[in-house]
């Protein structure tokens, strides 16, 4: 299998070298023969991709093809797509199909991209491993004992593997860029508020991004073009107009100020990708980039910062999971039988207790949950996972009366501290260059006791998203484990272009 | 600040969720040591400083008040896990 742009496949069925339908036979075989191995996928039609291939040749006939002929992609588990199954990899959603096509996909289809399949991913994105997934972890294609990262694992591990030429994920806290890292391809979070949500199940509802993955930056330009730009069904999508991220992609100027916040080059980080990235960036400086050491005094804070307000959105969003309109619902009869065997229990003891005993189990007995109460609970205790109950339960309390102030109120006013350091920045600098984690993917279940070794692997990303900056991750080097790693640029609000300049002067090195 | 296991039941209370003896335990340890990690941020004095609660400027945009078919009702009711052809079902709330 050899990896082939959108840019490469357009040009071959543009010039008629190739048809589409030749072209979804090749992504099938590759597909049949990596995913089982892999688990990048989790649903699958091929009826589908080539009845949308027969249509767009037509087109294609007529000089008729969007932008994004060739395009054979894989969206993420948490973006809704008609007619096909949702599930967020999540139990709750076992079984559910949505009704309606997200913003994106209409974008999509509307130039002519041919989807296939929907890709694993950490349970609602929670999660920097693709282990918290009912479909099992996805792996590393470049060494199937390691992580992909995530939680857009299964979006950064089909490119990586040869199985679509860009993907779609989201980025909630580095869910983007960190897989792409890990797998060794280039994938790219927009500012907020640059790509609509309509049909993206929400988790943080202030830091949630939809972006592409793909094999160049120039890819991925072509695709953030495609999906990018103002849609009034989500009132958090901007009007500001879009640049021509393609042209960017393809003409990058040489002479960018790259700012370099040397503080973040130290302790934590794995020598050889500091050295590889500084290797970089000398290259770039003697092309006629010019290095600007940057301060980012509250970089410290972004994760602690994080994890208070992200939680705290998720615990809101996720309460509609609740087992009646959609999704898993627990049995009810079992959940009736439960009920009443707590009612009796209790009534028999009430019977035998006396004084202090006796007034708080008959407390007990009237706070019993009602019926319903009791099948929002056990519906939400079946479907959720592990990850997504330990979120909820930190969300629930931070936002818990006599928390608020100390946690929520507290994150949202050093929140303000981050952004300002990077306002700051760009009054310098065109972008800010860092590692995209701090080391290469690490062995499947080695971080899965400790939720907070885990959430440092979003520590250079993160800030991004608190920011509501634009960030994009590419390949780096490869290490001396044989493994990828990635150097990420963030530029401020709305300016895309300048990442993908940045980023395609990288590629240019080779 | 540490959270105590009669704490863990009242939050999980609140968010609807039905823990064993062993979850809240185990949700107590992690708790405590990823709210232990946020206590960092009492370091920075923010009695000056704003909470930021949009990222980016937004503009409050109008639109008409007009009716526009959004999904059918049998759409709406399709995935539901008990529905009779016009409602969501769910065990009798009022006895």
Redesign the interface.
């Known amino acids: 299998m050899t990896i082939q742009t959108i840019a490469e496949a357009k040009k071959k069925v543009l010039a008629g070298d190739v048809t589409l339908r030749e072209l979804v036979e090749g992504y099938k075989s590759q597909i049949e023969a990596e995913n089982e191995e892999v688990n990048a996928y989790v649903y699958l039609n091929f009826d589908s991709a080539f009845e949308q291939a027969d249509a767009i040749q037509k087109k294609v006939e007529k000089g008729e093809a969007g932008a994004l002929v060739g395009a054979i992609m894989g969206i993420k588990d948490v973006i809704c797509e008609r007619g096909k199954p949702v599930t967020c990899a999540s139990n709750i959603l076992d079984?559910?199909?949505s009704?309606?096509d997200a913003t994106v996909i209409e974008r999509l289809h509307a130039e002519d991209a041919i989807l296939i399949g929907r890709l694993n991913m950490d349970e609602f994105a929670m999660g920097s491993t693709n282990e918290y997934s009912r479909y099992g972890a996805a792996k590393n294609p470049h060494d199937t004992t390691k992580v992909t990262g995530g939680s857009s694992g299964g979006s950064a591990a089909a490119v990586a593997a040869g199985m679509a030429n860009a993907t779609l994920g989201s980025d909630t806290g580095g869910s983007i860029r960190q897989p792409a890292s890990y797998c060794g391809v280039v994938g790219l979070k927009p500012?907020?508020?640059r790509v609509s949500r309509y049909g993206l199940v929400a988790f943080a509802s202030?830091f949630d991004s939809i972006g592409p993955f793909g094999h160049s930056v120039e890819d991925v330009a072509t695709v953030l073009q495609t999906i990018a730009g103002f849609d009034?069904r989500d009132?958090?999508c901007?009007?500001v107009e879009k640049d021509d991220y393609v042209v960017a992609a393809q003409s990058p100027k040489k002479n960018i100020k790259i700012g370099v916040p040397e503080a973040l080059f130290g302790e934590g980080l794995d020598v050889e990708i500091n050295t590889g990235i500084k290797e970089i960036l000398n290259k770039l400086e003697a092309d006629g980039a010019e290095l600007v050491p940057i301060e980012l005094p509250?970089s410290?804070?972004a994760?602690?910062?994080y994890?208070?307000l992200a939680t705290a959105e998720a615990?809101s969003n996720l309460?509609r999971f609740?087992?009646?309109?959609?999704?898993?619902?627990a049995d009810?009869d079992q959940?009736?039988d439960e009920l009443k065997a707590e009612e009796e229990a209790l009534k028999q003891a009430v019977k035998s207790a006396e004084g202090d005993d006796l007034v708080s189990l008959q407390q007990e007995l009237t706070k019993l949950d009602?019926?319903?109460?009791r099948?929002?609970?056990?519906s939400?205790?079946e479907g959720?996972g592990v990850e997504v109950?330990?979120r909820?339960?930190?969300g629930?309390?931070v936002l818990?009366a006599g928390?608020y102030d100390?946690?929520y109120?507290?994150?949202?006013?050093?929140?303000?501290?981050i952004?300002e350091d990077f306002t700051n920045a760009f009054k310098n600098v065109d972008v800010i260059v860092t590692p995209t984690a701090p080391t290469t993917a690490f062995g499947i279940g080695e971080k899965q006791n400790?939720?907070?070794q885990m959430?440092l692997n979003d520590i250079y990303t993160i800030s991004a998203n608190?920011?509501?900056i634009c960030g994009i991750s590419l390949p780096a080097g490869t290490h001396s484990n044989g493994l990828p790693y990635g150097i990420q640029f963030m530029a401020d609000?709305f300016q895309e272009s300048k990442l993908l300049n940045a980023a395609r002067l990288v590629e240019l090195l080779g | 600040?540490s959270?105590s296991e009669k704490?863990?039941r009242?939050?999980?209370n609140?968010?609807?969720?039905?823990?064993t003896e062993e979850?809240v335990e185990n949700?107590a340890l992690?708790?405590n040591?990823?709210?232990g990690?946020?206590d960092?941020?009492?370091?920075?004095d923010?009695t000056e400083?704003?909470?930021?609660?949009?990222?980016?400027e937004?503009?409050s945009?109008l639109?008409k008040d007009e009716a526009k078919p959004t999904?059918s009702h049998e759409?709406?009711l399709?995935?539901?896990?008990?529905a009779d052809s016009d409602y969501?079902r769910?065990?009798?709330?009022i006895e």
Request: charged share 25%.
């Open positions: 079984g559910f199909e009704v309606y500012t907020y508020g202030s009034e009132n958090t901007s009007s509250h410290k804070y994760l602690a910062t994890y208070i615990s309460a609740d087992g009646i309109r959609y999704g898993h619902r009810k959940m009736l009602a019926p319903l109460t099948l929002y609970k056990k939400r205790t959720f109950k330990r909820i339960m930190l629930t309390y818990s928390y100390a946690y109120g507290k994150a949202q006013r050093v929140r303000r501290l952004k400790d939720p907070v959430y608190l920011a509501g609000s | 600040m959270v704490e863990i009242y939050v999980a609140l968010a609807r969720l039905q823990l979850d949700l992690d708790m040591k990823i709210l990690y946020m960092l941020l009492n370091e920075l923010t400083i704003e909470p930021l609660e949009h990222v980016i937004m503009d945009r639109r999904i759409e709406a399709k995935n539901a896990p008990d969501f769910v065990p009798k709330v």
